[in-house]
C-alpha cells in the first residue's frame, strides 16, 4: 500500500506519526510520501519540503506568501499525480491540504481522499463541510461531537478519538528528576508557558505573556518558568524570551531526539503547577497531563475581526467544549491582557483542583482507556479504502 501524506504544523506532524504507526502495525508493506515533520519522518516519511514552510494562520500572515505557498502546493501536487498513492490522506491545515486535494482529484478523478480533523464546523464558517464534501471522501474525528456535521454534508465521518490520550504519562520519578536536572526546587511553582508554535502567534504573544509573568513572579518570587519550543521556532522563541523576567527555561529540541524530546516536554507538562497557553490542542495535552491551565490568544487584528463575526460559540478552549463546561478561563483578543491573565494565573494556584473533573472527563470523551487513537484511525481509514473498492 503506497500512500501520500501532508502535514503543516506540529499538531499534524504528531497526529500523522500516529496513524503512520498504526497504519504499519495493520499493513507492514505500506509505505509513505508527502510532508511532515521529525515525528513522521521518525515514522519513514522523506519530506518533500520542510513542513515548516506551511506553517502560517491567518489572511494577513498567509497573503504575502501566497505564491509561494501555490508553487509548494502544486509542487505537492504533481509528486502525488506521480506516485499514484491508494490514499490521499491530508491532515488538518484545510488551507493548504483542501485545495492539494482538489487538484489531485482533478488528475485522477478515482483517487480516494482522506481528510484527518474536521474543520471547526461548530465554531465558525460551517459550510466548509459542504464545500469539501466533493474533494473529501471520509474525515477522521477527533471530537466525538463532530460527526454529524460532516456527515450532514454527505462525507463518512469516524470519530477515531484524540492521539493525546495514549501518550505514555511521565512518573513521578520522572518529574522529580525533571525538576532536578533544570535545578527547580521541590517546592518552587513551575510555570509553563507555551506561545504557540506558529512565528505569529510568538511575536503577539511573548510580549503579552512576558509582562504577565513579571506581574505572576511580584506575588511568587521563586516560581519558575518552562518554555517548550518545536525546532522550527526555536530561534524565535529564545529571541523573545530575552525581555522575559525570571530566566526561563527553553526547552529546545535541536540536538535531541523527538522521542527523548517529548519525553522531557511530557515531564515539564507533569511537573507544571499551571499553565499560561495559546489557543489550541495545547489545551488537551494540559489536560492529559492533569495541568491546570489559563489561556490566552490574540490574533493578527485583520484576522481577529472576521473570525470574531463568524464565531458561533462562546468559548474556543477545547477542554472547556469537551467536557460541556467553562472552567477553564479564556482571555481572547482584547481580552488578553497582561492584567486579566495573571489574576487568573494567581487564581488558579490558589485553587489548582477547580478544573480537575472538567479535565478528566474531557480526557474519558476523547477515547482513554480505549484502544490508541492512531491505530482507530488506521482501522478507519482502511475500512473505508476496503468499502470504497
Not at 489572511?59 to 509528486?79: S, T
Not at 470519530?159 to 490520550?165: A, E, I, K, Q
Not at 518570587?221 to 518552562?226: M, Q
Not at 489536560?287 to 463575526?309: C, E, F, H, S
Amino acid at each position: 500500500m503506497r500512500v501520500f501524506v501532508v502535514a503543516g504544523e506540529a499538531s499534524g506532524d504528531k497526529l500523522g506519526a500516529a496513524l503512520m504507526a498504526g497504519l504499519k502495525e495493520l499493513v507492514p508493506e505500506v509505505e509513505f510520501h508527502g510532508i511532515g515533520g521529525p515525528q513522521m519522518e521518525d515514522e519513514g516519511l522523506q519530506s518533500l519540503f520542510p513542513m515548516s514552510e506551511l506553517s502560517l494562520m491567518g489572511i494577513v500572515e498567509i497573503l504575502p506568501k501566497y505564491m509561494h505557498l501555490r508553487r509548494r502546493l502544486f509542487e505537492a501536487v504533481d509528486r502525488a499525480e506521480e506516485l499514484a498513492p491508494d490514499i490521499l490522506l491530508t491532515i488538518d491545515l484545510p488551507a493548504f491540504c483542501v485545495p492539494l486535494a482538489r487538484e489531485v482529484r482533478k488528475r485522477r478523478p478515482d483517487q480516494r481522499t482522506v481528510h484527518y480533523v474536521a474543520p471547526t464546523v461548530w465554531a465558525w464558517r460551517p459550510g466548509r463541510a459542504v464545500k469539501m464534501a466533493p474533494t473529501i471522501d471520509q474525515v477522521l474525528a477527533l471530537l466525538p461531537f463532530e460527526p454529524p456535521y460532516m456527515e450532514a454534508a454527505g462525507m463518512r465521518c469516524d470519530f477515531v478519538g484524540h492521539p493525546v490520550v495514549a501518550e505514555p504519562q511521565p512518573t513521578e520519578q520522572d518529574v522529580a528528576a525533571f525538576r532536578a536536572g533544570h535545578g527547580i526546587a521541590s517546592d518552587a511553582p513551575l510555570i509553563l508557558v507555551l506561545p504557540g508554535s506558529r512565528g505569529g502567534e510568538i511575536k503577539r504573544l511573548a510580549p503579552v505573556f512576558g509582562e504577565t509573568l513579571k506581574r505572576l513572579l511580584a506575588e511568587h518570587p521563586s516560581a519558575r518558568i518552562v518554555v517548550p519550543t518545536i525546532e522550527a521556532k526555536a530561534e524565535i522563541m529564545q529571541e523573545a524570551l530575552q525581555s522575559w523576567p525570571g530566566s526561563p527555561i527553553l526547552l529546545d529540541p535541536r540536538g535531541k531526539t523527538a522521542q527523548a524530546f517529548q519525553a522531557e516536554k511530557r515531564a515539564a507538562f507533569a511537573a507544571a503547577d499551571v499553565a499560561l497557553a495559546a489557543s489550541g490542542t495545547v489545551s488537551l495535552e494540559l489536560a492529559a497531563a492533569d495541568t491546570p491551565m489559563v489561556i490566552g490568544y490574540d490574533a493578527n487584528w485583520l484576522t481577529g475581526k472576521i473570525v470574531q463575526r463568524m464565531l458561533l460559540v462562546d468559548t474556543v478552549t477545547l477542554v472547556n467544549l469537551v467536557s460541556d463546561t467553562r472552567v477553564v478561563p479564556e482571555f481572547i483578543g482584547k481580552a488578553c491582557r497582561p492584567d486579566a491573565l495573571a489574576d487568573a494565573l494567581l487564581d488558579v494556584l490558589r485553587n489548582p483542583d477547580a478544573q480537575r473533573a472538567a479535565m478528566q472527563l474531557t480526557m474519558e470523551r476523547l477515547g482513554r482507556g480505549q484502544e490508541a487513537p492512531g491505530l482507530r484511525a488506521a482501522r478507519a481509514v482502511l475500512d473505508g479504502l476496503a468499502k470504497a473498492r
